[in-house]
């Protein structure tokens, strides 16, 4: 069975730097897409940055500049560098990873969560 485990979340504050992995266990035939989305309290969940399988990338307009996906398709893991943090960054950050199985059937994966808390 896969699992999508996150780490790298924390608490920093305003103007600071963390960076978010999230690896995958188990084995997967293909993965086209890695994601990152984030949720805020109150508010819907947002694609924060997106890197597919032709290794191009899309960021939301309030992370460019600040933020970068990249991966490790050896160990199929996906990282956010997140720079210059704002408190308005503040939230639970979650990895996806669009992939077909070893049914070559389309699968969703999601990772549990990070908390990342940005302190004025």
């Known amino acids: 069975q896969v699992q999508l485990l996150e780490s790298g979340g924390g608490l920093v504050q305003t103007g600071g730097s963390l960076r978010l992995s999230c690896a995958a266990s188990?084995?997967?035939?293909?993965?086209?897409?890695m994601d990152w989305y984030r949720q805020a309290p109150g508010k819907q969940r947002e694609l924060v940055a997106r890197?597919?399988?032709?290794?191009?990338?899309n960021y939301a307009d309030s992370v460019k500049g600040r933020f970068t996906i990249s991966r490790d398709k050896a160990t199929n893991t996906v990282y956010l560098q997140m720079n210059s943090l704002t408190p308005e960054d503040t939230a639970v950050y979650y990895c996806?990873?669009?992939?077909?199985?070893?049914?070559?059937?389309?699968?969703?994966?999601w990772g549990q969560g990070t908390q990342v808390t940005v302190s004025s």
């Open positions: 188990g084995s997967i035939f293909s993965i086209y897409e």
């Open positions: 890197l597919t399988g032709g290794d191009s990338t």
């Open positions: 996806h990873f669009g992939a077909r199985n070893l049914l070559r059937r389309p699968v969703d994966y």
